[in-house]
């Protein structure tokens, strides 16, 4: 029975598997961002925008921190198998960025169907070179992980647009939600990532102008995408209030083949769009 629990976690964790479940994003309770007030902090994995709560696996966690005034070791929070990651309290109006690493898991999939999801998530580089080299038509080896960040509002522009050294990074260039237009940077190994497909959704808030539960809402369609430019740049329109999620993923030749053929690393960033800062009533 331990080994069925601890395999759970595992799987979990991570959100499933690529194919499966896109999305993976962390979700605060609130994005008030208010000074004194606890913010709960838990992730999910699914589409559109809809995903099951995932448990705390340590075991698979390379960091979970956030970055406000200082920088604060959020890893030891939870206990194994808790829903709820960390319980954050800031202590400023400056803003906080939250952010998650996790470390590989494998998986293998059909050649169909791993070569669909190569094309879905605009990874032209290594659907070509399965095309055309011996992989063609073989089952697709791959190892995959997680990047995730969320921003709790603040008058900070600097703590929003500081990388914070995830392997795959997308970097606010302004104030998430403060305006119609974010400018983001994506980066990969800290360097600029050019011509990476950036997909962005948008949930509708809840009665109470908090985010809604995404474990229990309906699933929703891309709100808007696009590549990043030779800099790594992108801009996404998000007029619309709501609770906003930007997520791009980035997928190169594994360095220990005898793991897997690819390995690809997912970065997502939930944000909030106030309906104060739309006019919206």
Known sequence: MKTLTVAFIVSSILGVTPARAHQFWLAPS?????????????????????????????????????KSAKWIDLTRAASTGDL?????????????????????????????????????????????????????????????????????????????????????????????????????????????LGGALVKAWRAPLGGNGQPADGAARDSIGIAWKGHTDSRGRVTVPVSLPGEWMVSVVQMVPCRDSREADWESTWASLTFQRAPRATGAL
Not at 34 to 61: K, N, Q
Not at 103 to 113: N, V
């Open 30 to 66: 609130s994005y008030d961002g208010l000074r004194g007030r606890i913010v709960e902090v838990g992730a999910l994995a699914g589409t559109g925008f809809r995903g099951e709560r995932l448990p705390w696996s340590p075991a698979h966690c390379v960091r979970l921190v956030a």
């Open 84 to 192: 709820v990651w960390a319980r954050f309290v800031p202590s400023d109006d400056g803003g906080a960025m939250l952010a998650f690493e996790s470390g590989f898991t494998p998986i293998e999939l059909p050649s169909a169907r791993f070569d669909g999801y190569l094309e879905e998530e605009g990874l032209a580089a290594p659907l070509a070179a399965r095309r055309r080299g011996p992989a063609a038509g073989t089952t697709g080896r791959e190892r995959y992980r997680r990047c995730a960040k969320t921003w709790l509002p603040g008058r900070d522009p600097a703590r929003a647009a500081k990388p914070l050294g995830l392997p795959l990074e997308i970097v606010p260039a302004a104030l998430p939600g403060a305006d119609a237009q974010l400018p983001l940077l994506v980066l990969w190994g800290g360097r600029p």
